[in-house]
């Protein structure tokens, strides 16, 4: 392809934004990160390191509905809602349950099985051609059930990866045990999924690959966006809060759970939320982990990943602005002891952050419909890193007008 070099900015140095830029700078654009943070400190510092290909299933399923009140009656429970929030979310709720419909739930399974159809290739393809491979875990993912029931609980999702043909293998204890010897004898059923395979320190991969992008000739910025320059179709420039004004011919609007303050300022509103995540990070566990391990009944994930292993999961949602509570991460550490017996967790560290949610569970990509130079990539919930190769190439062939190898009207913004 032919170089381009008019000047374009991509808002947002996580894995999302950075595998965008990375992408066009390779296709010969001319591009400029720009973010208030330095590369991968926002939700990409710290998600769970899962290429989580089978974890594509709508939230808004007829059976989450049969749990929530259960869930926000509990304060250890997997979804937590501060009641001071729940005014703001009413609009988003109305269109969670509109996303509920049998039908309109297979529309949603199939846009993400496409995307988690593809994510290995492109990831293979991203880290092969970065010299990043090493980053990628040879092993995949355990989930775990006590028991039949807890199995059978389970069982539509299941029976949605049997449906789009993503591989699983159901085990019992011993079998278990010997793929992963330091969890507990209480565990008496997995299902593994050998593509949910992890990466070696998510953070380190988006420094690895925004250094990779800056080799090509892209540049990278700090600065808080707080403005827009408009014209009749377009966007002329964005200003930053210490006064800075940058022009470029495209704007690319991939800050995660902050994209809908950046949206609502060109007068396009996301029905984008926060999902705020919780995670421990033990530099000293004792014990050793060959895969990443989930417990769907006990809602959390345990991840060797970053030096040591990482315990995360649940759901908060209390918007961008409210201060964490980190009792949320101590409930996940102590169910995750019950997973793993040995388990110490003398030296912690904790960390909470911003999912971008969508009441739909699938990601915004593709141009603004009203302003002709803005693009959005948003809203990829707890799939960033699964579907950050894939946006980074669709996202690609949108912009310098090459046809997508998928159909992109699942993904638009003006879908809801």
Not at 31 to 51: C, L
């Amino acid at each position: 392809m032919s170089e381009n070099k008019t000047p374009l900015v991509v808002v947002g140095a996580g894995i999302i934004g950075t595998a965008i830029a990375y992408q066009l700078q390779r296709c010969g654009a001319s591009v400029t990160i720009i973010d208030k943070d330095s590369p991968g400190r926002g939700a990409s510092y710290g998600n769970m390191a899962s290429i989580a290909v089978t974890e594509f299933m709508p939230a808004s399923r007829p059976g989450i509905w049969a749990q929530m009140p259960k869930w926000l009656l509990d304060p250890e429970g997997p979804v937590r809602i501060r009641p001071s929030y729940v005014p703001r979310l009413i609009p988003w709720f109305l269109r969670f349950l509109a996303a509920s419909r049998p039908s309109k739930l297979r529309e949603l399974e199939e846009a993400g099985a496409t995307l988690c159809t593809r994510a290995h290739e492109d990831l293979e393809a991203l880290l092969k051609t970065t010299g990043l491979q090493h980053m990628l875990s040879a092993e995949g993912c355990l989930s775990l059930y006590s028991d039949e029931a807890e199995f059978r609980a389970d069982r539509e999702h299941i029976e949605m990866l049997e449906r789009f043909g993503f591989r699983h293998e159901i085990l019992g204890g011993n079998a278990i045990r010997d793929l992963e010897p330091a969890l507990t004898t209480k565990i008496g059923k997995a299902a593994l999924f050998p593509d949910n395979r992890s990466i070696a320190d998510p953070h380190e991969l988006v420094v690895a690959l925004s250094e990779k992008f800056q080799v090509l000739g892209g540049r990278i910025e700090e600065g808080e966006v707080v403005g827009f320059e408009q014209a009749d179709t377009g966007v002329k420039a964005l200003r930053t809060k210490d006064g800075r004004r940058i022009e470029a011919g495209s704007f690319v609007l991939a800050a995660g759970a902050f994209t809908a303050r950046l949206s609502a300022m060109l007068k396009e509103p996301i029905p984008l939320e926060t999902e705020r995540g919780y995670h421990t990070q033990i530099m000293a566990p004792h014990i050793s982990m060959r895969h990443s391990i989930i417990w769907p009944a006990r809602a959390f994930m345990v991840t060797p990943t970053a030096g040591g292993i990482r315990v995360g999961g649940t759901v908060e949602m209390a918007g961008l602005d409210a201060p964490p509570d980190y009792r949320r991460a101590k409930v996940l550490v102590r169910r995750a002891k019950e997973a793993l017996p040995e388990l110490r967790t003398e030296q912690t560290s904790e960390w909470m952050g911003h999912r971008p949610a969508l009441p739909d569970t699938v990601p915004v990509m593709g141009r603004s419909a009203k302003r002709r130079n803005v693009w959005y990539a948003t809203g990829h919930g707890h799939l960033g890193l699964t579907y950050a190769a894939t946006t980074g190439r669709l996202m690609a062939d949108l912009i310098t007008g090459v046809e997508p190898p998928v159909d992109m009207k699942p993904y638009r913004v003006d879908r809801f």
